[in-house]
C-alpha cells in the first residue's frame, strides 16, 4: 500500500513492471447481509468519480465472508452503483463485463468490506507489445520479477535458451533500455472524473537511462522463433536480441560467462512426466559441458528438477505462476562441478 498524489498513481501504473493492479480504495464499512453490502455501496457518491456514460463491471473477492453467494453480492453491489446514478441523475451506467470503461473491486472479509477503483484497467502485465503468443507464455510481471531476481545486469550477456516467446528477453531488454512497460497502453485513471490529461502527458514524456546489453535467444521449434522475433519487434528491442534456432541440449555459450534464465516445459501445458525426467539429466549434462563459468536459473513447477537434472541448486526461490507453485533454481556451473558461492546470492529469498 502507498499513499501520494495521482502523479505517483500514473508513474506506478507506467513503470511498476511486476504489479498485476493498481487499486484506488475510496471506501470501508462493515456489514452481515447483502442489505448492508448495499446500503453501504450506496451511501458512496459514485458520480463524483466517473460519469454515467462509463461503461461498468463489479469484481468481487471474499475471505470468510458470511454471505452465501458471491455472484448475488456482486450483483447487489452493481445494483447499488447504478442505483446511486440514478437517484442522482436520473440514468444508470451500462454493465460491460468484457471490456468496461471503469472496474469496481469489493473485497469482503468475515465482517468489514472495502472498495476500490481500478486505476489500471486491464492487467498491467498486459503490456501491449505481444504479437505471438506461443503455447503456455510467461505473463510479463512474472517475468520481470524473474528477471530481477537473478540479479542481472546490463553489463552480463543474458542467454535464454528455451526462450518461446521471448517473454523474458523482451522484458530484460525493456529494463536495460529504460522502456517504461506500461508505454504502449492505455490505463483505468483515464477513464476516471478526476483524469489529470495535462499531468498524465508530462509523466509520459518522463525518460530512464538507456543502458546498452546483449540477449542471446535460441530455441528448437521454428513457430515458436517466429513468435519471438514478432515479439522482439513490436517490442522495440530487436536491434539488442539475437534469435537463433538451437537445441538447448547443443548450443554453446555465447560468452565466456553470463547469465542464464529459461522457463522449459513442465508437464502442467507442455510434455509429460516421463519425457521431462528423461531430458532434465541431458540438460544438466548440457550445462556442465557449455555453460561453465554462467549463473544458471531455470524457473519450473516441476519439483523433481534438481534430483533429476543431477545439479546442486544454489537458491531456491518459491514463486507462484497464478495457482501453480513454482521453484525459480539457481546453479552456478564452474569448471569441474557445480559448487555453492559463498556469496549470498539474489535469489536465496522467499516471494509468493
Not at 38 to 57: G, H, Q
Not at 209 to 221: E, I, M, T, W
Not at 223 to 251: T, Y
Request: hydrophobic share 40%.
Amino acid at each position: 500500500m502507498f499513499t501520494g498524489a495521482w502523479e505517483a498513481c500514473y508513474r506506478a501504473n507506467l513503470w511498476s513492471r511486476i504489479a498485476s493492479r493498481v487499486l484506488w480504495k475510496i471506501g470501508e464499512f462493515r456489514y452481515r447481509s447483502e442489505e448492508d453490502l448495499y446500503m453501504a455501496v450506496k451511501a458512496i457518491d459514485w458520480p463524483r468519480y466517473f460519469r454515467v456514460e462509463r461503461t461498468l463491471r463489479v469484481n468481487v473477492t471474499a475471505q470468510k465472508s458470511p454471505l452465501k453467494s458471491l455472484e448475488f453480492a456482486t450483483l447487489r453491489i452493481k445494483d447499488a452503483v447504478c442505483d446511486r446514478f440514478r437517484d442522482q441523475l436520473g440514468k444508470r451506467p451500462d454493465v460491460d463485463r468484457v471490456a468496461p470503461d471503469v472496474r469496481v473491486h469489493a473485497f469482503l472479509e468475515a465482517d468489514r468490506g472495502a472498495l476500490y477503483l481500478d486505476t489500471s484497467g486491464e492487467p498491467l502485465f498486459k503490456r501491449g507489445w505481444r504479437a505471438g503468443q506461443g503455447e503456455a507464455p510467461l505473463r510479463e510481471n512474472l517475468a520481470a520479477g524473474i528477471i530481477m531476481l537473478t540479479g542481472w545486469q546490463p553489463d552480463e550477456p543474458l542467454l535464454d535458451p528455451m526462450c518461446g516467446g521471448a517473454t523474458l528477453l523482451v522484458e530484460a531488454a525493456a529494463m536495460a533500455r529504460g522502456r517504461a512497460p506500461g508505454a504502449k497502453r492505455s490505463f483505468g485513471f483515464e477513464k476516471l472524473a478526476n483524469f489529470d490529461a495535462a499531468l498524465w502527458q508530462r509523466v509520459k514524456q518522463e525518460t530512464r537511462d538507456a543502458r546498452d546489453a546483449v540477449f542471446f535467444g535460441s530455441d528448437n521449434d521454428p513457430g515458436a522463433l517466429k513468435d519471438a522475433r514478432r515479439n522482439v519487434a513490436a517490442a522495440g528491442v530487436d536491434r539488442w536480441v539475437k534469435l537463433e534456432q538451437a537445441d538447448v541440449l547443443e548450443r554453446a555459450a555465447p560468452a565466456p560467462g553470463g547469465v542464464m534464465v529459461m522457463n522449459p516445459p513442465y508437464g502442467e501445458r507442455m510434455g509429460s512426466p516421463e519425457e521431462l525426467a528423461a531430458f532434465y539429466p541431458k540438460l544438466g549434462d548440457a550445462l556442465k559441458k557449455n555453460f561453465q563459468g554462467w549463473r544458471c536459473y531455470i524457473f519450473t513447477a516441476d519439483l523433481r528438477l534438481p534430483k533429476l537434472i543431477r545439479l546442486a541448486p544454489s537458491a531456491r526461490t518459491p514463486l507462484w505462476n497464478g495457482a501453480l507453485e513454482c521453484r525459480l533454481y539457481e546453479f552456478r556451473i564452474v569448471a569441474g562441478r557445480p559448487t555453492r558461492d559463498s556469496r549470498p546470492s539474489p535469489a536465496d529469498r522467499t516471494h509468493t
